[in-house]
């Protein structure tokens, strides 16, 4: 969970003293105030009035930074590249970031290790890590070919542990990766590399703004105790609209205080923590989301009053007709399926309630629950099913069989699930046979399915986990393979495709193997409805059709069991 942290001055006449955006801290230019006099004393007074309000604002925006020279020293560089066309670039342009380190540039807040973890899994955490990306530059790659190249510089706490944590570095890298979409307005290719390079180009010298962070900020704070010994002040939420933006306003009221400099806010997209040492703390869930990158604070002396403002986020409403926007839900395209993720699972499959997933198929007015249960199966699985691609392309072509997606991303899961609810709002007693839940496939697969209950077992483009000593977490294995002959019927077909020519290998060689699966030929993979979606109707396997890429598909079926017929 991004995060901001909010410090004030009321000796700056209840203004914003600073305010730390610890995602995303933009690189300014040095203002000449100088030349800027002289250009404007030539014209008349309703300019010169014009160039003072300019110089106030760009004084008022930038009031809270302190500016820094910094070196930045090599870490690791991320290769990618664009997967769309913009006004000024080509799509599949190649695309350089430079992780890079300054001791100058803010360190971490100090958070537990399981806040850390949970940041690193994907899930929703407090920890973020301050991150300052460099304007974009151009450049050429050693093969002399046009490319774009930035530096994303951090505190050098955060690069010493991503050279000892994998998934630390992955945590960094989507970080970085997602701050230069929002910065530029440019989507980046997740099937990137980490090339044997210092850096891309020279890392220059140059002046960038830190957070003016207060003594205050940086400490600790024990939240435990101070829910239980600190009052909660008043706290009152309203809406406005200005220039036709909806604007969220937060008031809390601070009788005991005549100032507000040593208290600290900490903003979330729908969490806001106040804490006043000895006097105040609140700790308050927000009904909807706001954008923490607009979040101002002014204390209000006379009323002894603590404004904070922000624009509210139009998070899609479950009965809304509007899809939902990939923007508001994107996370890391890795998770650690190892780690003990917070997940909800069926004792058995017997204790599953689909009821809640498949409503028009288990009507409410039946009351016999094992009854419903018995009367409709999913058939369909697509494990790691991403944006829901393929469960969506498939519902209209088999209207009557139950689909589910599992996926372990947080908030990829809510996405698909959101998505879902939208097309089944906008298309009446449609996408009613799709649905999705958070799970780790690896692990709790008989839980849910019984013997034979699957038809289709889908494997569309899964991590291919690229390190000799990561193979163990492969979706496809020898061992996992046994699961999945178990929960697949006789006759039933497992689809397997990625753009990774050493991961298609090994699954062949995984299923090859196994006595329970036989490869169809690709003559009769052709003939298949489902194979050509299998290839198009994904995220990932758009991206590599757009990139030209190679898709390599597999199909396998379940065959009978000897043992079983003896």
């Known amino acids: 969970m991004a995060t901001n942290r909010l410090d004030f001055d009321d000796n700056n006449k209840g203004s914003l003293h600073s305010l730390l955006t610890l995602n995303s801290i933009k690189e300014s230019r040095v203002v000449d105030e100088k030349a800027l006099e002289e250009l ?18 760009l004084a008022e925006e930038f009031s809270g930074y302190q500016y820094v020279e910094i070196q930045p020293k090599p870490g690791f560089v991320i290769k990618t590249h664009t997967v769309a066309k913009t006004d000024k670039y080509p799509a599949s342009m190649k695309v350089f970031i430079n992780v890079c380190y300054s001791e100058k540039i803010t360190a971490p807040m100090q958070v537990p290790e399981d806040e850390i973890q949970k940041a690193v899994k994907g899930e929703e955490s407090t920890y973020t890590v301050p991150m300052v990306v460099s304007e974009l530059r151009e450049d050429k790659d050693k093969a002399q070919r046009p490319c774009l190249v930035c530096d994303a510089v951090i505190h050098l706490k955060p690069m010493k542990r991503s050279k000892e944590d994998d998934n630390y570095k992955i945590f960094l890298t989507e970080l970085a990766l997602a701050i230069f979409e929002e910065k530029f ?93 000895g006097k105040y703390y609140l700790d308050e869930i927000l009904p909807f989301p706001i954008d923490i990158e607009s979040a101002n604070a002014r204390f209000i002396k006379p009323k002894r009053t603590l404004k904070i403002r922000a624009k509210r986020l139009q998070k899609v409403n479950t009965m809304s007709a509007k899809l939902p926007q990939k923007r508001y839900y994107r996370q890391r395209a890795h998770s650690n399926p190892f780690s003990d993720h917070q997940l909800e699972y069926p004792l058995s499959p017997s204790h599953m309630d689909w009821s809640k997933h498949y409503p028009a198929f288990f009507p409410a007015d039946n009351q016999d629950s094992a009854d419903a ?44 699930y959101e998505r879902i609810q939208a097309l089944r709002k906008q298309n009446p007693k449609q996408y009613e046979n799709i649905s999705i839940i958070r799970m780790n496939a690896m692990k709790f697969l008989p839980n849910f399915f019984e013997k ?115």
């Open 452 to 566: 034979g209950q699957l038809s289709k077992l889908f494997f569309l483009f899964p991590d291919p986990h690229f390190k000799k000593k990561k193979h163990k977490a492969r979706i496809i294995s020898h061992g996992l393979l046994a699961e999945y002959a178990y929960i697949l019927q006789e006759g039933g077909i497992i689809y397997t495709i990625t753009d990774v020519r050493d991961l298609h290998d090994w699954m062949v060689k995984c299923l090859d193997e196994h006595p329970l699966f036989e490869r169809i030929s690709d003559e009769e993979a052709e003939k298949d409805p489902v194979v050509p979606y299998v290839r198009t109707a994904t995220e990932e396997g758009k991206k590599v059709e757009r990139n030209n890429g190679d898709k390599f598909l597999a199909c396998y079926r379940r065959i009978k069991d000897e043992e079983e017929l003896v």
């Open 373 to 416: 249960r018995g009367k409709k199966k999913v058939e369909f699985a697509d494990l790691g099913c991403g944006y829901g691609g393929l469960l969506v392309a498939l519902s209209p072509l088999y209207p009557n069989t139950l689909m589910l997606g599992m996926e372990i991303r947080v908030k990829v899961e809510e996405y698909v």
């Open 185 to 277: 307005k440019m989507e980046l290719s997740r099937s990137l590399s980490f090339p044997k390079l210092y850096s891309q180009g020279p890392l220059n010298p140059r002046r960038v703004p830190i957070p003016k962070v207060t003594e205050v900020a940086s400490k600790k704070l024990d939240k435990s105790n101070a829910t239980q010994t600190l009052p909660r002040p008043d706290f009152k939420i309203t809406e406005s609209k200005q220039n036709n933006t909806d604007t969220v306003i937060m008031a809390i009221q601070t009788p005991l205080q005549e100032s507000i400099g040593n208290a600290t806010v900490d903003v979330e997209s729908l969490r806001i923590i106040f804490h006043s040492p």
């Open 40 to 57: 404007f004393a030539e014209n008349d007074k309703d300019i010169a009035a014009l160039a003072q309000q300019t110089r106030q604002a």
